[in-house]
C-alpha cells in the first residue's frame, strides 16, 4: 500500500521538471571500457533502465587522466568518451529520463600506475591517504602523492571547464562537481589534508577557494541552473577530516548560493555509514541555500517521506537501493520488496549485478 508521501510529486530543477522526487546518486561501477575509458554499451542499458528517477546522476567521471584513481573509470575529457556519453544520454531521453554527469578529480586518492607516466598523484599537500584504491583487480594502497604547484591550479580548473563542455556536447542535462567524499576538492576544503601556506591553504576562505573557482568556472560554461554539486561535511571517506566542518561548510554554501547554483547534494554522516558520525547542522546549510537541497545517504521510504513532509529536502538521492532495484520508482510507489543488492559485483565485471536486476514485472512474469 502507498503512504501519503511527497516522493512522487514533481520538482521544477531549474530548466527541468522533474517527475518525481527520486534521485540516482553517483555510482562507480568500475565497468568502462580500456585503454579510453570510454562508457561500454553495457552503461546505455544500465542508465536507461533507471530513467524513471527524476534525475539520474553518472558514476563519477574524470576530467582529465590525473584525475583517474581507480581501474576502468570513464571519462569524459576525449572524443570517444563524449561519443560514448552520447548513446548513454540519448537512450535515457527516448526513455523519457534526465541525466547529469558528475564531474572528479580524485586528487591524491590514486595510484601510479593510472597517473600519466606512471607519476605521483597529485594533492593539495603531499600526505599520503591511508586507504585503498582499486586497480588491476585487487584493492591496493593507496600512492604517496606530491603537492600540487601553484602553478598547476589554474589548469585543474580549466580540465573542469572541457569536462563540463564536453559533457553539453555529449547530451548532458546538466553536470554535478563532485566536492565530496575524499577527492580533490575535499581534500582542498578540509584543513586534514590542506597544509598550504598559499592562497589555496590556510584560512576556511583559502581553503574553499578551488572548490568554489570550479564552481564558478562551470557554472559560467554550462549555466547556473544546470550546475549542481556534491559535498559530504563530515565524510571520513579516503582518510579525510576537517578540525570545524560547520563554519567551512556554511561559507561553502553562502558562496553557492550566491553563484545560484541549482542544487546542493548533501551526503549527511559517513558516506555508506552511519548518519550521526559526527555533529553537524544539515539545516543550517538548507536555509543558506535558496535552490534545491538533495539529501543522501541510508535514505529509505520512510525516512525520505519524513524529510520531505519536514521540507528538510526537496530531493531524495538513493545509492544501493537504485543499483539493485532498476524500477525503485514504481517499486516503492507499489509497496513491493526491493531486490537485495550484491556487493560482489559492485565493482568490476559485466552485465551480473549491473544490468541484470530484475523489474518487478519481469520478476512477476518469470513466476
Ligand atoms: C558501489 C558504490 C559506488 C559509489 N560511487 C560513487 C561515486 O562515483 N560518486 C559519489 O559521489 N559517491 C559514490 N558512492 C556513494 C553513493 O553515491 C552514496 O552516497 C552512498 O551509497 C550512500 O547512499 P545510499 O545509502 O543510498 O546507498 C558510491 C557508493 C557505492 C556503494
Same mark, same amino acid.
Given at each position: 500500500m502507498s503512504q501519503p508521501t511527497k516522493l512522487f510529486e514533481p520538482y521544477k530543477l531549474g530548466p527541468l521538471t522533474l517527475p518525481n522526487r527520486f534521485v540516482m546518486a553517483p555510482l562507480t561501477r568500475n565497468r568502462a571500457v580500456p585503454p579510453g575509458m570510454v562508457p561500454s554499451p553495457l552503461a546505455v542499458e544500465y542508465y536507461a533502465q533507471r530513467a524513471s528517477a527524476g534525475l539520474l546522476i553518472t558514476e563519477a567521471s574524470q576530467?582529465?587522466?590525473?584525475?583517474?584513481?581507480?581501474?576502468?573509470t570513464p571519462g569524459i575529457y576525449s572524443k570517444e568518451q563524449v561519443a560514448g556519453w552520447r548513446k548513454v544520454t540519448d537512450r535515457v531521453h527516448e526513455r523519457g529520463g534526465r541525466i547529469f554527469i558528475q564531474l572528479w578529480h580524485v586528487g591524491r586518492v590514486s595510484h601510479n600506475s593510472l597517473q600519466p607516466n606512471g607519476g605521483a598523484p597529485v594533492a593539495p599537500s603531499a600526505i599520503r591517504a591511508k586507504g585503498k584504491t582499486f586497480v588491476n583487480n585487487f584493492f591496493t594502497d593507496i600512492s604517496e602523492p606530491r603537492a600540487l604547484e601553484l602553478s598547476e591550479i589554474p589548469g585543474i580548473i580549466e580540465d573542469f571547464k572541457r569536462g563540463t563542455a564536453n559533457a553539453l556536447a555529449a547530451g548532458f542535462d546538466g553536470v554535478e562537481i563532485?566536492?565530496?567524499?575524499?577527492?580533490l576538492l575535499d581534500q582542498f576544503a578540509k584543513d586534514g589534508t590542506n597544509k598550504r601556506?598559499?592562497?589555496?591553504?590556510?584560512?576556511i576562505e583559502n581553503r574553499a577557494k578551488l572548490m568554489l573557482e570550479i564552481s564558478k568556472a562551470v557554472a559560467a560554461e554550462a549555466g547556473a541552473e544546470r550546475t549542481g554539486i556534491r559535498i559530504s561535511?563530515?565524510?571520513?571517506?579516503?582518510d579525510v577530516s576537517d578540525s570545524n566542518p560547520q563554519p567551512l561548510f556554511d561559507y561553502i554554501v553562502d558562496h553557492l548560493n550566491a553563484l545560484k547554483l541549482t542544487y546542493i547534494h548533501v551526503i549527511e554522516g559517513a558516506t555508506g555509514g552511519p548518519r550521526d558520525v559526527a555533529p553537524f547542522d544539515y539545516a543550517s546549510l538548507r536555509k543558506r541555500f535558496k535552490q534545491a537541497y538533495v539529501a543522501n545517504n541510508g535514505y529509505d521510504f520512510e525516512l525520505a517521506t519524513k524529510v520531505l513532509a519536514a521540507n528538510e529536502a526537496d530531493l531524495i538521492a538513493f545509492g544501493k537501493p537504485f543499483i539493485s532495484n532498476p524500477d525503485l520508482v514504481e517499486r516503492l510507489q507499489k509497496g513491493a520488496p526491493l531486490n537485495a543488492f550484491d556487493?560482489? $559485483?559492485? =565493482?568490476?565485471?559485466?552485465?551480473?549485478?549491473? $544490468?541484470? =536486476?530484475?523489474t518487478l514485472e519481469a520478476a512477476e512474469a518469470a513466476q
Open positions: 576530467v582529465s587522466p590525473q584525475g583517474q584513481g581507480y581501474q576502468d563532485h566536492g565530496a567524499n575524499g577527492y601556506t598559499d592562497a589555496y591553504g590556510g584560512s561535511p563530515v565524510t571520513p571517506a579516503n556487493k560482489a $559485483t559492485f =565493482y568490476g565485471g559485466g552485465a551480473k549485478g549491473y $544490468t541484470d =536486476y530484475p
